[in-house]
């Protein structure tokens, strides 16, 4: 069996983002059960926001393939995102919806969400760790009929989570990121042996 490769995707740019930090801890721990895990920038494949007249006069863009594309060549994805509104931010909302719009060769529009595992998680300064917005992105997802794993990370409190060595400090908070890195492994690896 190949080696199982997540691929983990930050719903932010901002400079000093808590949920990139997140994402690079998120990264860690896959590095360490021994997957291939790569982190991308959404900094790297702008897109503009979604317009179906844009679409029906210049098709779907060249980003939108190119970031279906790198999902396409990873077995798992954790998207790690902040809570906008109770929701996800129009970064990320606008990169899914995008990337549901892409046909590639044989593949039907969101094959790609369909034959992988996806995996959420979000940092918040505030007590519920931007849970509502997981609870919206797994409808979403859902929708896409994406394979989301049950197990989650809503870090609360996420400028005071971390240790001098950049590791979550709180048990809780490092158990729900093992259960989900564990979980998704698990999960990538039964759709690769049944696909
Ligand atoms: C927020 N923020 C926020 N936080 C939260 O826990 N629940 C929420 O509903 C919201 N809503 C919200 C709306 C908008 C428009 C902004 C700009 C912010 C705060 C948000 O979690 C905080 O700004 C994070 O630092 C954003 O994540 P990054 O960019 O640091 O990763």
Not at 94 to 107: L, Q, S
């Amino acid at each position: 069996m190949p080696t199982v490769k997540i691929l983990v995707i930050p719903g932010s740019l901002r400079t000093g983002s808590i949920n990139a930090r997140l994402a690079a801890a998120v990264a860690k721990e896959f590095a360490l059960a021994g997957v291939d895990v790569t982190r991308l920038s959404l900094a790297d494949y702008p897109l503009p926001i979604y317009d179906g007249d844009l679409e029906a006069k210049s098709g779907v863009p060249k980003n939108a393939l190119n970031l279906k594309r790198m999902l396409g060549a990873h077995h798992g994805v954790v998207f790690v995102t902040p809570e906008y509104n109770s929701s996800l931010p129009p970064l990320l909302k606008n990169a899914i919806d995008w990337i549901t719009r892409v046909e590639d060769g044989n593949e039907t529009q969101g094959q790609v969400f369909r034959e992988r595992a996806f995996a959420m998680a979000s940092a918040s300064e505030g007590k519920l760790g931007g849970s509502r917005c997981l609870a919206a992105l797994r409808l979403i997802l859902s929708g896409c009929r994406a394979t989301v794993i049950p197990n989650q990370l809503a870090l609360s409190f996420a400028d005071q989570a971390y240790d001098e060595r950049e590791r979550l400090k709180h048990k809780a908070d490092s158990d729900a990121l093992r259960g989900m890195v564990t979980q998704l492994i698990d999960v990538a690896q039964q759709m690769t042996r049944g696909a």
